[in-house]
Structures are given as structure tokens and as C-alpha cells.
């Protein structure tokens, strides 16, 4: 591939005092593809061009000055230099020429200032002013010019020649913004839509906006009013140029209009007429309740203080349930209400366009009488406490003011067992506002009937059904003492002495076993029937000391034995060993005084007798004492029929100073048998064979022994006395 042939001689030609322009043409014949032509400016070179262009404007040049110009053509076969071509720039060009000012003084009117081109110039000397956006040019001879008529806030580029005969120098453009103006052009708003509550609106930019915009402000008056609100201001960056106003009034006309702002001035559009519809009422006031009772009550809806249309129904609320629909009377009467119980009341008025409701309003009904309250429950039962819980009534109908809780004992004894005495009886026992009480000293194994009442200030409900529940086994008791009878005295070897027991123990829910009849310590006779609370024994001798003591043998306990009775001739003195206070004695018919006197006509026939029976073999029984908490469990040989036995003393036993060994009780029952002597004195009797003295009205210690004094001779019975826990009437129930 070879190289392009030589390109033609280029033109040159001379623009000013240092500007040329050079132009040239494509070698005729390339051989290949031209890939660029270098400037060659007296065999220097100047620059490098594409293949397509053509021409190049070479400035900076000197005035008055001879240059050649060359052109080479390249392709990948080589280069080709064209013959150089000789120009001469202009002579006396200005030269030095400076910068120029401008200032814009308004939204259209720039100036522009300039000074003194430098030397050697030509003379004259006269300017060129172009505005290169309008394509203005004005020639003047002063160094300042003024370019009015100008766009408010436009960018603007001016340039400046400063030219003599021989040609113009151009200094560097400049850049000029005119000042703002207000905004101009701005076409009025839209009403896009109306509601009852709302009316939205949209308008559009400023055609001459004349200024950066600051903002916009929506405004709006009433129809045929001059007094002007601003709804709503916006401030860049601008939302969607849209907006909804919400504070309107329905069935209501508005005029709006939009103001745009820059930082020269504001400019408004024309007002735009909008009318709200019809929507649902404000102002509705709560229900005026006049009259309320247990189950009803009686209202008036008032109209609502603005409509906001044509009122077309109302209605009461009452607990959000709709009453009837209503286009008259006003008057409300609600039935079927609960008692005491509160209501919420809302008034609601309608228009075609919806309803408005007011505030809800509390009533409460009036009281009633409470129903329906639960029977008690019963928690935490031992042998003598019970704890009784309860709820309040399920319909109180009104504030409960205070709970009744009523215990009712139940007389019931098992097939086969002895019935005690029982007066069953309904008692209150508590009266307070609490939901719970306990209930102590109960008796055991015994079933209580528990029923509560509750009270408002209108009246009370009992529960209709009671509670039943019985307390636990315990220990048997000993409730009480033996009981005694003397008959057949008329007879002259013989006397029947009877002892009853029935009032003596409490079995608490335990299976009776066995009664064990001691004499003297012996056993005298064993019952099986724990129906059989008596028994008579014949005895020939008088003048004899008895003591009798019970046995209560059950399946789940240690056998529990009753206090003593001693029998001295006619009398019977009791000491009880159980219970904490004696019991009286019921008085005998040989305390009254024609027995007395009786008795001193039959001691001369006794005296007799006993005379003759000082002769004869003595045989007497011995004496078993019995004190507070003791009693014999190993006297079993002991026979009051075989004079020469005698009963096996205990291991020991206890009394309530402490304990006494075994052997007070033989050396009591060696003196009996030997020294059997009896001291009479007035209005004392001595037994001094067994250490204990029996008084009418003194109490005295002997060998460690109480003998409480008995209140009086005349029994006191043994009647249950056990109460219930709680601070009131005692209770008298009987265990089953």
C-alpha cells in the first residue's frame, strides 16, 4: 500500500491582526483510507485533525505577520505534505483588549461596562456588543452599552469586540441573569369535588413564574362575605399542587382562590365558587333522661344544633342497640331494663346523607331485690371447724350492704346408739360484707346445715338450698357424771342402787364397743348395748361406802372412763374426773326431814343388829377411788362377794398435782380392812379408811387429793354445752 498523493496547497486566509483560517481538500488520490491531516504552521506543527474535517481557525498570532501554512495526509500506507501557502494577519489589530462587566439592574435591563483596549492599536477604535441568546449586536464607541426589553429571571451571554479598520478582537463571554419579576400568568383553580364534609381543588404553575417560587397559598371566603382565610400554605419542594379542604360547613357555597409567590411579588388567580352537599347532623346532644326506675326509663331527643339538611329519622341508642326509627314525638319510653344496672343512652339523627350521633350518656336502673345466690361451699373441715366461703347473689339488683350466714345443728343418731337430748336451731353467726368465716369449736362427727342471705338496700335472697357438711371423728368425751337412785330402802338386808349414765359420753362418730361397770374398782357388770345407759345392783349391806365408775370401750380409741360415785349409808357424794366443774348432786328423799326423823326410830332396831354383827366374821369390800383424769385399768381380781380378795392397784395414775405411787392405794386398802373406822360430826361426814373427805360445805386436801366441794346436792344434768367458734349463743348440738 503506498502513501496518498499530495494534498492540495491549503487556503489561508487572514481573519485579524492575529487570526487565520486555514481550509484544504483531500489528496486526489489517497491509496487508502485517510486517517487524519496535521496543521503545519512554518514547518511546525500546529494541530491534528480528523479525516472528515477540513478547516482550522488558528489564533494567537502576531500581527502584521508572515506565516506559511502546510497540510499532511495520513493513511496506514504513509504521509503526504502539501506545498506551503503564505499569509500575512492584519496589521494595527487592538490588541490587550479587556474583560467585559454586566450587571443586570432589573427583571430586564442589563449593563455593561468594558475599558480601553491597550497598545499599538489603529485608530478609530469602535465596540461590538452581541447578545448571544436574542442575536442583538450593538455597535457603539463608548466603553458601556445597556441591553434592555429583557425576560424577567433569564440567563443571558454577551460578548464584546473591540475592532479597528484592520479587524476586532473578542474578548471572553459573559453570563448575566436578570432579576426576578412577580409571577405573571396564573390561570385560576379547579374544583375537582364536593362533599358534605370536604371540597378538593387543583391549579397549575404560573405560565411566567418571573422568579424562583417560594410558595403557595390557597384561600377561600364564603360566598358574598369579603373577609378572605388561608386555607392552606405550601412551601418547596411542592407536593402534588393539589388540595382538600375539610373544614367546611355542608349544604355551604365558598369562593377559592390560589396565590403564587416568588421573591419579588405574588401573583393571585381568579375566585372559583364551591358548594358542599348535604351530610349527616353535628351538634347532636346527648338523650334528656327524665325519669328512670328499676325497669324503664323515659328520654327526649333534642334536635341537633346544625342539621346540616333535612332532619328525615331518629333514633335511641341504648347499649348500641337501635331503638325504632322515629320522624315525630321526641319522646322515648325504654322498657324490659335490668335493675341496677348502668345503660349507655345515645342520641342519633339522620339525614339523607347519614346519621350523627351524640356522646353516650350513663344511666343505672334502680335497685330490686337481689335473686338467686349460690349455696355455701364449705372448705378445711376438721373434727370441730369448718371454714364457710359464698358468692354474691348472681342478679345483686343493688349494692350488697351486708351477708347473713345461718348454721343450723342436726339432732341424728346412728341405729343402736343412744339419743342425747338435742334442740336443733337455726342461729346467725356472722353479719358483715365479707365472703368467707370460720367457724371453730364445732362438734365432732355432727352434721351442720349452712345457708347465707344477702341484703341490698331494697331486700335480701337466702340461698334456696342449704349446705351440709359434717365435721370429722375425734376422741370419745366424757360430757357429764353418773346419776343415782336409792330404792327398796324399806327392805331390812337389801337395797337397790340403780346407776344411769346416759348423759355421760360423746362418742364423736367412734363404734361403740363395750360398757364396763366398775365397784370399788371391779368390775361389777358388762354391757353390750351402747342403748343400755342404766343398771341396778342389789346389795344387802347398809352403811357401806360404794364407788361406781363406767367404762366406754370403742373400736377406733383407748377405753374412756367416767367419774366416781361413792355411797356412804344413804347418801352419794360425786367427784367428777373429767369435766373441769362438779356437777350437783339431785337431792335425796333421805334429805328431807321426815326421813330423818324416820331414820332415828330405825337406828335404835340397827343398833341391834349391829351389835350382833360385831360377833360375826367381818367382810367388807374395798374402796376404789377415783379422782380428776384417773382411772383403773388392772383392778380385775377383785370380787365385792369374796372377802379376802382384793383388787390389783395400778401401776400408778395421775391426778392434778402429779402423780402418787401404788402403794397409797394398798396402804388405803390394808387400813380399810383392819381400822375401818367412821367419825360422824354436824354437818360433816369423815371417810378416813379411803384419804378422801366428803363435806357438805368445806373443801379439803388429803394425801395429794382434791375433793372439789359440791355446789349443792341438787344434779344439774348433764346437757350438752359445746358451742361453735364464733362470739355468740352457744349451739346445743349432739354428735351422731
Not at 161 to 184: F, I, K, Q
Not at 501 to 520: H, I, K, M, P, T
Not at 668 to 693: C, F, H, I, Q, T
Request: proline residues 6%; negative net charge; aromatic residues 8%.
Amino acid at each position: 500500500m503506498a502513501a496518498p498523493s499530495k494534498p492540495p496547497v491549503p487556503v489561508a486566509t487572514a481573519l485579524s491582526s492575529n487570526t487565520v483560517n486555514i481550509t484544504f481538500s483531500a489528496p486526489s488520490s489517497p491509496n487508502g483510507v485517510i486517517q487524519r491531516y496535521s496543521v503545519i504552521r512554518n514547518k511546525t506543527f500546529v494541530s491534528l485533525l480528523d479525516a472528515y474535517t477540513l478547516s482550522y481557525l488558528v489564533i494567537g498570532l502576531q500581527q502584521s505577520t508572515l506565516y506559511g501554512f502546510a497540510v499532511e495526509a495520513q493513511t496506514a500506507g504513509g504521509t503526504s505534505l502539501s506545498d506551503t501557502t503564505l499569509v500575512r494577519t492584519f496589521p494595527e489589530a487592538p490588541t490587550n483588549v479587556s474583560a467585559i462587566n454586566a450587571t443586570a439592574i432589573s427583571s430586564s435591563v442589563v449593563v455593561l461596562e468594558w475599558e480601553e483596549a491597550g497598545e499599538p492599536y489603529a485608530q478609530p477604535v469602535y465596540y461590538l456588543v452581541t447578545n448571544f441568546v436574542t442575536g442583538e449586536v450593538l455597535n457603539t464607541t463608548s466603553l458601556t452599552a445597556q441591553l434592555g426589553s429583557l425576560t424577567p429571571y433569564t440567563l443571558y451571554s454577551v460578548g464584546l469586540s473591540t475592532c479597528t479598520r484592520y479587524g476586532c478582537t473578542e474578548s471572553v463571554p459573559v453570563d448575566v441573569v436578570t432579576l426576578e419579576a412577580p409571577p405573571s400568568s396564573l390561570s385560576a383553580l379547579i374544583v375537582t369535588s364536593a362533599t358534605g364534609r370536604s371540597i378538593a381543588i387543583q391549579w397549575s404553575v404560573p405560565t411566567q413564574s418571573n422568579g424562583i417560587l417560594t410558595g403557595y397559598d390557597v384561600e377561600k371566603r364564603l360566598t358574598g362575605n369579603t373577609t378572605i382565610t388561608t386555607a392552606a400554605t405550601y412551601q418547596p419542594p411542592f407536593p402534588a399542587l393539589s388540595y382538600t379542604d375539610t373544614s367546611v360547613y355542608p349544604v355551604t357555597e365558598y369562593e377559592y382562590r390560589v396565590v403564587a409567590l416568588n421573591s419579588a411579588g405574588l401573583a393571585a388567580s381568579a375566585w372559583t365558587r364551591a358548594r358542599t352537599l348535604e351530610s349527616f347532623p353535628d351538634g347532636v346532644v346527648t338523650p334528656d333522661v327524665r325519669q328512670v326506675t328499676k325497669s324503664s326509663l323515659s328520654t327526649v331527643l333534642h334536635l341537633p344544633a346544625r342539621p346540616n339538611g333535612v332532619i328525615t329519622a331518629f333514633r335511641l341508642y341504648v347499649n348500641s342497640s337501635a331503638g325504632a326509627v322515629r320522624k315525630e314525638n321526641q319522646n322515648v319510653l325504654v322498657t324490659g331494663l335490668l335493675p341496677f344496672t348502668v345503660y349507655s343512652l345515645v342520641s342519633s339523627f339522620c339525614t339523607r346523607a347519614g346519621c350523627g350521633n351524640s356522646t353516650s350518656i350513663a344511666v343505672r336502673t334502680g335497685e330490686d331485690v337481689p335473686r338467686e345466690i349460690m349455696p355455701p361451699v364449705i372448705t378445711g373441715i376438721t373434727a370441730r371447724f369448718m371454714r364457710v366461703n359464698w358468692e354474691s347473689p348472681t342478679e345483686p339488683n343493688g349494692e350488697i350492704v351486708r351477708f347473713l350466714l345461718f348454721i343450723t345443728n342436726v339432732c341424728r343418731a346412728k341405729a343402736g346408739l343412744p339419743q342425747l337430748p338435742c334442740a336443733a336451731q337455726r342461729q346467725m353467726i356472722y353479719r358483715g360484707t365479707a365472703r368467707h368465716f370460720d367457724v371453730h369449736n364445732l362438734t365432732p362427727f355432727t352434721q351442720y346445715f349452712y345457708d347465707v342471705q344477702a341484703e341490698n338496700s331494697v331486700g335480701s335472697v337466702s340461698s334456696n338450698e342449704s349446705t351440709v357438711h359434717a365435721t370429722l371423728i375425734a376422741a370419745p368425751e366424757v360430757t357429764g357424771q353418773l346419776t343415782y337412785s336409792i330404792s327398796n330402802m324399806s327392805a331390812v338386808e337389801t337395797i337397790d342402787i340403780v346407776i344411769e349414765w346416759s348423759q355421760a359420753f360423746r362418742f364423736n362418730g367412734n363404734q361403740f364397743v363395750r360398757y364396763v361397770l366398775l365397784e370399788n374398782g371391779a368390775t361389777a357388770m358388762v354391757i353390750a348395748s351402747a342403748v343400755q345407759t342404766s343398771a341396778t345392783l342389789e346389795r344387802r349391806e347398809y352403811g357401806l361406802n360404794y364407788s361406781f365408775a363406767v367404762q366406754l370401750a370403742m373400736s377406733s380409741f383407748s377405753e374412756v372412763q367416767t367419774s366416781a360415785i361413792y355411797v356412804l349409808q344413804e347418801r352419794v357424794v360425786t367427784t367428777p374426773a373429767v369435766v373441769t366443774e362438779a356437777a350437783e348432786v339431785s337431792k335425796p328423799i333421805h334429805e328431807t326431814a321426815g326421813f330423818i326423823v324416820g331414820m332415828v326410830l330405825l337406828g335404835l332396831v340397827l343398833i341391834v343388829v349391829l351389835i350382833f354383827c360385831i360377833h360375826r366374821p367381818s367382810r367388807k369390800d374395798a374402796v376404789g377411788i377415783a379422782s380428776d383424769g384417773t382411772h383403773y385399768d388392772n383392778l380385775q381380781s377383785y370380787s365385792p362377794n369374796e372377802p379376802n380378795s382384793r383388787p390389783t392397784s395400778p401401776a400408778r395414775y395421775n391426778n392434778r398435782r402429779g402423780k402418787a405411787k401404788s402403794d397409797s392405794f394398798d396402804d388405803a386398802w390394808d387400813l380399810e380392812r383392819s381400822n375401818l373406822s367412821m367419825e360422824r360430826e354436824p354437818g360433816k361426814a369423815r371417810l378416813v379408811n379411803a384419804n378422801v373427805n366428803l363435806y357438805r360445805g368445806d373443801t379439803e386436801d388429803v394425801e395429794g387429793w382434791d375433793v372439789p366441794r359440791p355446789e349443792s346436792r341438787r344434779s344439774r344434768g348433764t346437757e350438752d354445752d359445746d358451742g361453735v367458734g364464733y362470739e355468740g349463743p352457744l349451739l346445743k348440738d349432739t354428735a351422731i
